[in-house]
């Protein structure tokens, strides 16, 4: 279907920033809905932020909401996170990932998903 490949994690103190891409390659033509998602040790996969194709319609996590910004350039074929005011608890691995339709936060309905990238904030 597609192709994604995230970049941009790193390790940043409390209160810092990151923005974390995520470059879309193959089947680009397709109005994919993006999704982000992250895990860390000894947890479930969460749901983190999602986009339209579009771009008019966004869906966050209540624990980001104020402090991540998802966007999208479908002419660069990437999908963005904006992480602000990042706190130990955000430290995770994340995804992105590709749905068809309509939004959603169900991993179900991925189709396609990057390895993920690295996120390590300290106290």
């Known amino acids: 279907q597609v192709r994604l490949v995230e970049s941009g994690g790193g390790l940043v103190q409390s209160g810092g920033s990151l923005r974390l891409s995520c470059a879309a390659s193959g089947r680009t033509y397709v109005r994919y809905g993006m999704g982000w998602f992250r895990q860390a040790p000894g947890k479930e996969r969460e749901f983190v932020a999602a986009?339209?194709?579009?771009?008019?319609?966004?869906d966050y996590e209540d624990s980001v909401k104020g402090r991540f910004t998802v966007s999208r350039d479908n002419a660069k074929n990437t999908v963005y996170l904006q992480m602000n005011s990042l706190k130990p608890e955000d430290t995770a691995v994340y995804s992105c990932?590709?749905?068809?339709?309509?939004?959603?936060?169900?991993?179900?309905?991925?189709?396609?998903w990057g390895r993920g990238t690295q996120v390590t904030v300290s106290s």
């Open positions: 986009i339209s194709w579009s771009g008019d319609s966004i």
């Open positions: 990932a590709a749905a068809f339709g309509t939004m959603t936060r169900d991993p179900s309905n991925f189709v396609s």
